[in-house]
């Protein structure tokens, strides 16, 4: 990679974060800055878990693990410990990463639907100690009581401005650092892994410690999902952990298109907005949302960001590929 | 947690005859589940996620064929065969158009009809909870065997689910519907090459996997209450239970559904909150120890 692109790729990012920080000042709706916090938690979300699935080919149906994770650890080191955000959100990522590597170490040994499996049991098994250990998680109720926020550094997350702009710097520094991530020899090295593990051992690369260290990557960001999700609604619920987020962000990746890096974000942006518009006009919500599930399995194999990337670079190999 | 509570019934006869009996209907419904998902995941390649749709229709189907006619045996039937019916049908018009892609397709389609087919339950029968009833044939006293109760619909339950298995264990290693079916999961090319129609094979196979769980949705239907998204927790387990026992095996799916069976029954005594982690505990700890479960056999 060389520098200029580099700090192209800087330069977008504060583009990025420049323009959705005058949002709310050009649109002021309380609607949409909510969206958009919503949206940095599931866009992390989903992303992260892209980097397994897209990237590595290691198809996890428990990274649900790490939102749910990340939401409560955060939330109950604020609540229960008192400690300062900086700090809980250290140690948030340490936690994610800790857990990760224990349930990578185990998981990543297994093969494709045994794997699938094996880390939607893990996720499951969290949902069922948040479930019984009710004095500390507050069981099926979720933490109740809200989130202390104390202000730190002059940033008062307790003010919806401060909480906005917090978000989405979380959302456009971790999504810079894992477009970065993809871009290196070791991103490189997944995709081969993806494509042909056997010919990249035999390249003496250990297969299983890029496999580790990417589900430890993906963890970590999948726990600062958690963590914008548990500061957005104040509070950390079950529904966290439980297999249907993990099914969610799955589709959204299915949804944006999986083999590109801003997919999985364009598919939570659709479906965050079919979810709010849907829901508001009929009560029939999984028929519509299942009927245009199917439409896009059957008809949009590649997802939409996908199928306009390769239309592009079809039109552009065409353009190359002309006679002038 | 209650870890008094479990000692004090592994101690009495009564309770563990009680608890037992509990378990082995658990595990044998869950069976018939999971040996449909285990069949299709064979010979189909396909992972099922709507298998427990399949288990709540037939649920529904039964209580509404039971309402009709009066008669539990033409409403199991009547179960079994409708949603063997909506399997080949969803096999041959959605199914069949994701075979071969990724993994993560099928479940795309799959998981677009656990949200329909709880939609449409919803619209046809209201969401409010629905009870078959118990039906009049089965309405006597309990056997009581050595203090513990063990009431007459269990044992019918026990010994049709044993009947299903024994037979198919019979069809699949003796007849030769059951060695085509065999050979299409090793080799489809090989099977297709002899002449046989391997679409019929697949539609085939997918309708007895829809067919079973029909059945055990239509057995389930008395002793448990019918409401949309029941499919959802059934289907959880019967994977726990193929992936514990191997996927594709029978065997595997009988002894992983037992186990799922008698974990459920006694867990819910001495750990009545944390009865769905002691599953999923005992599932890492089999992956763990066995990365392709029980029975399982090692791909190439």
Partial sequence: MSKGSTARDIGLAIAALVILALLPHIFPSKALSDFVIRLSAFALFATSLNLLVGYTGLVSFGHGLFFGLGAYSFALMMQKLGTSIPAAFGLTILVSAGVALVVGAICIRLKEIYFSFLTLAFQMLLHSIIIAWTPVTGGDQ????????????????????HLYLFCCTLLV??????????????????????????????????????????????GIFGGVGGVVMSLFVSSAYPDFAYWTISGEAVFMIMMGGIGVFFGPLFGAVILLLLNDFVTKITEHYGLVLG?????FALGLRKGLLGVITEYFRERRAARAGAPS | MDHQALLSCISTTSCVITQLTGGLIIGMLLFLVAAGLSLIFGVLKVVNFMHGSLYMLGAYFAYTIYNVTGSYT????????GVGLFGLVFERVFMSRVYGEDVLMQLLVCYAFILILDDVV??????????????????????VVAGGIVPVFYLFLIAITLLIAIGLGFATA??????????????????????????????????LGGILAGLAG??????????????????????????????GSMAGALVGALMIGLVRSFGSIGFPLFTEGLMFLLMTAILIAK????FGKEER
Avoid: C
Wanted: aromatic share 10%; proline share 9%; glycine share 12%.
């Fill in chain 2, 174 to 207: 003796k007849t030769r519907i059951g060695k085509i079916v065999r050979a299409a999961a090793v080799n489809p090319s090989m099977v297709s090459a002899l002449g046989i129609n391997t679409t019929l094979v697949y539609g085939g196979v997918f309708a």
């Fill in chain 1, 173 to 218: 520094v971790s999504l810079y650092i894992m477009w970065h991530l993809v871009r290196s020899p070791f991103g490189y090295t997944l995709r081969m892994i993806r494509d042909n593990p056997h010919r990249v051992s035999f390249l003496g690369i250990k297969v299983w410690r890029m496999r580790l260290a990417v589900f430890v990557v993906a």
């Fill in chain 2, 74 to 81: 033409v409403a199991v039937i009547g179960a079994g065969l």
């Fill in chain 2, 218 to 247: 239509g057995l389930a239907a008395p002793v448990r209450s019918l409401v949309p998204g029941m499919g959802f927790s059934i289907v959880i387990e019967s994977f726990i239970v193929t992936v514990i026992g191997g996927m």
């Fill in chain 1, 291 to 295: 009927i245009i599930i199917l439409a």
């Fill in chain 2, 122 to 143: 919803k619209i046809v029968w209201g969401p409010e909870f629905k009870a078959l009833g118990m039906p009049p044939a089965f309405a006597l006293p309990p056997f």
């Fill in chain 1, 142 to 161: 979720g933490l109740t009581g809200g989130i202390p926020r104390p202000p730190f550094l002059g940033i008062d997350l307790a003010q919806p401005s």
């Fill in chain 2, 291 to 294: 990365p392709r479960g029980l």
